[in-house]
């Protein structure tokens, strides 16, 4: 019966979703000329990427704008390995990759890479505040899930569980690529917590050579209520988070072949009187707490159209995160960890290329990079400071010959670091070699195969200061993949469009320093996990589509004393399923479903659930209403009560989200 549970209210949503499937476009084709037009050919609402052995998915900015996500996290929740941690607000919240990432006693445990217009972010082991990803998704346009080793090795080291890397809005997305000036408004309200936001965006283009962007995002939000309607996180603090963007790209040189792209994007959350830790699990006292995030990026292209062998990236980007914490009420054992200013200040000077040329029978598409990475972070309780300086370089190969696609990647990265305040004030180095393979073929039917192994490091980090085993000591990974895929059209129906992408994994993490437990002596030293990834599309041509996926997934930690265990970052086997049916470029109407497995192979037991979602888009083609767009999303349909595995409160009940946008 428990098992059932899940799946039994999956079933009770078809019908809602058949509502979307099969509606005929002529109760909804009365335009001002009486008639829409012929109806485009289907598309998916998200492309499965089955031309790479890489587990890729890839978020657009069409899908970021329908799904009205309140955070980043939330933008993802529907990619097969992702779990949320707390992920309906950026306080306390995380992401969790294949059962790395965050976790309920730290932001991070440094297996999952956020990069967003690439500068890395992350708080290292910063305690029981989350990992702090103050950013609105009003400021993106795409968002790319790559999940495990195999595709990591362009972005970073030590990276298990996947990276998430974010691309910020250009001017050419609002002026349509046509040179003059345009300025889109987007006004969103929801109901639980009585939210609001706006999101305004100037954005100018002079031909081909300038393109400017500002973009001024603010986000309100009450507390939320729970399926039962009982507050969720009362003592938390509302939300009012101020963002904004600037952009600047500058195209010249013969051909316009070369450019010059500036970015900054800036989020402050102010908190007053809230629990210091955020997860809402255990009373450390309260603080009033004031976060500033700042990324800057500074990029210049060259890549001549007479030359494949030159498309040439020189970067500096800096991310800066300042969390101001003044202890409220009496002192306590707590007083001086809540009396904690941190600052993290990552800087990074890249030079990469990406050059494209023929050996034999071989096509060659080779990207490689050097990067100067110096991270900084001031001194803090249970937070030592110093400095950890990295050099890393890259080469990634996709080899293509035939049907058969080899891809060799290796990264190489030094790390030394030093503290700044005693008795933290010592220093270390660690170096790493990490390398994979990945080789797929593909059948002239549309079906391919493939199979990769990984192998990376996790170097010490500056929390490991003054602890002689963990200075020396880096994490070490491999894992193997084996999947398959299939794209192909005229499948069931004339202009039908179906994509099957298969992944089975293997992961093995030994020699590890981030779970250590209190008191010591029992903490995890290796981690094993194995799972099953699947994403599905299906588009017919009349607008009928359909996407879903599939995560299963377990996973043993070994400990000192205790001996092979449930790994407690499992998360639960899920599955999504996205039915829905567009009308020409006007309306889209969608019905999604997730749904959990009940959990209890460990300890901590979490019930299965299924949530279902109704989406609405509608984009006036004629008169007045040209330009504008009109979105609205009911979320948890019927008011469900149910907490996600590995969070620590109970998600949002129902939820009426309205937005408005107009291009002027």
Known sequence: MRVRQPWAALRGGVAIGAICAVINPATAQEAEDGFLGTIALGESKREVQTDTATPVTVVDQEEIEDRQAGTVAELIDSVPGVTLVNGDTPQGSGI????????????????????????????????????????????????????????????????????????????SDVTGGEPGFAFRQ???????????????????????????LVNYTRRTLDVRDDGDGNPINPLGSEVDNPSYLVKARYRFGTNMDQSLTFSLTDTQADEFDVPYETFGSLDFGNVDRQTRDRVISLRYNYNPVDNPLIDLDVELVYADQEIDQVPVGPPGFSFGLRDADH???????????????????????????????????????????????RVAIFAVNDMRFGNWTITPGLRYETSDIEGSTAPNDGSF?????????????????????????????????IDDLNNTLLMTQSEKSRTFELGASFDGFDVFAAGDRLSLKGTLYDSALWDATSYRSLPPGNSVTDVDRQGFELEASYAMENGVYIDSYLDVS???????????????????????????????????????VVANQRYDRGPDVSAGYAVHNLRATFRPQTGVWDGTEIRVGLENVFDKQFTRRLSTRPSAGRNLKVSLAKTF
């Open 96 to 171: 969790n990759l294949r059962g790395f990432g965050s976790n309920e006693t730290f932001g991070t445990d440094q297996k999952v890479l956020i990069q967003i217009d690439g500068a890395t972010r992350g708080s290292e082991e910063i305690y029981r505040i989350g990992n702090q990803l103050f950013t609105d998704p009003y400021l993106y346009r795409e968002v790319e899930v790559i999940r495990g080793t195999v595709g990591s090795y362009e972005f970073g080291s030590g990276v298990i569980g996947g990276v998430v890397r974010l691309e910020t809005i250009n001017a």
């Open 186 to 212: 987007n006004l969103e309200f929801t109901s639980n917590g009585e939210g609001i936001t706006s999101s305004s965006t100037f954005a100018y283009q002079l031909d081909d050579y300038l393109e400017l």
């Open 343 to 389: 600052q993290y200040e990552t800087t990074t000077f890249r030079v990469r290329n990406r050059a494209m040329f023929v050996t034999g029978a071989v096509d060659h598409d080779l990207r490689t990079g050097i990067e100067f990475i110096r991270r900084e972070r001031a001194d803090a309780s249970s937070a030592p400071g110093g400095t950890d300086d």
């Open 429 to 461: 180095s660690n170096n790493a070699l990490m390398g994979g393979l990945s080789v797929r073929y593909a059948f002239d039917n549309g079906i391919a195969v493939f199979a990769s192994a990984a192998y990376t490091e996790n170097l010490p980090i």
């Open 554 to 592: 377990r996973g043993d930690a070994t400990r000192e004393a205790s001996g092979v265990e449930d790994w407690e970052q499992n998360p639960a086997n899920s599955l999504g399923l996205t039915v829905g049916r567009r009308f020409n470029e006007a309306i889209d109407l969608s019905w999604e």
